[in-house]
């Protein structure tokens, strides 16, 4: 018997593509010199975090003697960093959270996994939408749940309700939607929200059980071109929104992030009660005290977003000129490319081999047949894999 | 159907007692006045973080740019940080730990739950010795194993070998073990570690698989009267060490901890491997960042242990002028009092309603007939305890 769980060995088997990627551009930059490789793998922001967060800790240190900074809080975290950001979104929102309906977590990430852990029992299902965030399956599995995927609807690669409706069945408990979406950079409209949110209170009352929607929304602040992200819970009242201040503030190593419970939604207060026991019980205890005093003193500050619109849009003229096809992004950080093969992981393992451009297939988002671009790099080094790109498409003509 | 799983359902009907004695004595407080209330129910430290911590931080931030600083970076955390972490171990206990055996985790908690993940299976058992911090079943019970428990061995607590063996069968993955221990605040000698070496190497062979032994070490810095704790890794191959610097720096809100793979145990580098995608799954993805750079900085700097040590001979005195029993504490902050009647949860209601004092029943650690003092508390709320302690212990004459 090995000592690993088989659930881990599984975990183990299919570790994570684009972590194993990260891996090994930081291996081929040793090899080759960092300005000969192209890592479009990952989602580590590439803008810098706006100053203040830095001048926010100083203050919290100055402010604050010992046992009020680092002392042990209530689960969910400090009452006055969740009631700040109940405020905040009201104000942008037009909703009306109070502080009990927030829950500081360790990231998004954690978030979307103590809603799990509150909401699903084994043999329930989740259902996601491809291409999707592989992370989210094993996110759903951790509690014996089961991921149920709608299929990737290209080339707009907006949910197809009837797809959706098919999806559901008496066990769904969840269902995650991530806007602005990784990998595709779409930024999904009112009118497909209010489809979602059509098929959901259907289903609702057809299997007679509340079925919650977790929004992961940590690119809610990085759209272009004056795209708006629907407030996803204005129009679903069982809405779990899980947020990051990774991306938005280039924050991803401090895993500041939150669940905000909508009011409105049924048994809202069980569900907060049972989010600060997740937190608990899965060992975080509290979102870190030093980030949970930060945060609230810096709201309203983001990274300088038109650094990534200015990357997006050479990128996108670039691919043009090459003759490849992508779905326009309007959110995120990401580009999603339809490979000149049907073999996506054939297209990036030349593109990393002969061009040391690393490219995540799009099989790694249950999507084959396309690549993923994540643009959160210098934008020099878009320039210049922009000619690789063009003899990278020469090959396939 | 509730929204709520019926995991997370039953986990809210038991809600912790500890926690919910947290709740209750901050509202008493706001009742009776904070002076007229002494809560000795809960673990937060009283004594002041070493203010080289905080100065740590702002070198962190004054040394790094926002890259190298806010950026995610591998789930086990900066190769720095857990080098340094190996050293510092290796230096004080004669170990061999590489960079690659640790692993940072939010606290000690999450890394416990981390390595339940690799380590376990539904329907597996993982073994504990009453009394114990009961979250230990709530962690072990996230992934669906069975929590299995030795019967308390009072009055010196020290695991009774015939017990333990009878607990272990062939679904054994685990056992947690807590040293210096929460609840009794015992120190468990060279002698016991032994044996409970002995227990599991006979039983490893017999059920031909390896069991891994989890030792909570959190209070593993407090002890008092020159106490030494044995270093359990040297004595039991299959060790994985859990630590937090919450206790013996005083940063409870922080969460800083790690697992210690020992590199002797069998598996230890699959496990290492698991290790980081668990912390990845569980959606922590690494322990802050913050956390990891300033604490590296800090190692040597510790919380002033005599403090504690002050609190409990003063209550040690008191409690012996009552003519209450208890178990004479050699570390961490607690102590174990023997109730004058069977039912402990009786004596800490009456102690609460009529005394204002907030002692933890033993049978939140599944062990009646005892009450926890957790004495991380001013002096002051000890000393003018004592008469209250003498009342209390009259009435049961």
Chains 1, 2 share one sequence.
Do not use: W
Not at 147 to 172: Q, S
Not at 221 to 237: C, K, M, N, S, T
Request: net charge negative; charged share 25%; with cysteine.
């Amino acid at each position: 018997m090995s000592a690993i769980s088989k659930a881990m060995e599984k975990l183990m088997a299919n570790s994570s593509v684009l972590r194993t990627m990260f891996e090994e551009g930081k291996q081929m930059a040793v090899k080759y010199g960092k300005e000969n490789v192209f890592d479009f793998s990952l989602g580590n922001p590439s803008t810098p975090t706006p100053p203040e967060f830095n001048d926010a800790i100083r203050q919290v240190l100055d402010e604050n003697d010992s046992f009020s900074l680092h002392s042990y809080m209530s689960n969910a975290g400090y009452e006055e960093t969740r009631a700040a950001i109940a405020d905040d979104l009201n104000k942008r929102f037009g909703s009306h959270y109070g502080f009990k309906d927030i829950a500081m977590t360790v990231g998004a990430a954690n978030a979307i996994v103590a809603a799990l852990k509150v909401l699903t029992d084994p043999g329930d299902e989740v259902v996601v939408f491809a291409p999707y965030f592989l992370e989210y399956g094993n996110y759903i599995s951790n509690f014996g749940a089961v991921t149920t995927v709608v299929p990737p609807n290209p080339p707009t690669f907006i949910p197809d309700p009837e797809e959706f409706r098919n999806a559901l069945n008496e066990r769904t408990k969840a269902v995650i939607i991530n806007n602005p979406n990784n990998p595709t950079g779409i930024v999904y409209s009112e009118d497909a929200i209010k489809e979602i949110a059509a098929v959901l209170e259907e289903a609702q009352k057809k299997y007679g059980h509340s079925i919650y929607l977790i929004t992961d929304e940590p690119y809610r602040e990085l759209v272009y071109d004056g795209v708006q992200v629907p407030f996803i819970a204005g129009y679903y009242r069982n809405t779990l929104m899980a947020y990051s201040f990774s991306k938005a503030m280039s924050v991803p190593g401090e895993r500041i992030g939150y669940l905000a419970v909508s009011p409105d939604a049924d048994e809202a207060d069980r569900i907060s009660t049972g989010l600060g026991i997740a937190i608990r019980v899965l060992g975080c205890v509290n979102e870190p005290s030093l980030q949970q005093k930060a945060i609230v003193k810096v709201l309203d500050k983001f990274t300088d977003v038109s650094v990534y619109d200015t990357n997006r849009k050479i990128l996108m003229a670039g691919l043009d000129k090459a003759g490849l096809e992508y779905v326009r992004p309007d959110g995120a950080f990401y580009l999603f490319v339809k490979t000149p093969t049907e073999d996506d992981r054939e297209f990036s393992e030349r593109a990393k081999n002969k061009y040391h451009m690393l490219l995540s297939p799009g099989s790694a988002f249950c999507c084959p047949g396309y690549v993923r671009i994540a643009y959160c790099v210098a934008r020099d080094t878009i320039e210049r894999a922009l000619p690789l790109f063009e003899q990278l498409a020469e090959e396939y003509r």
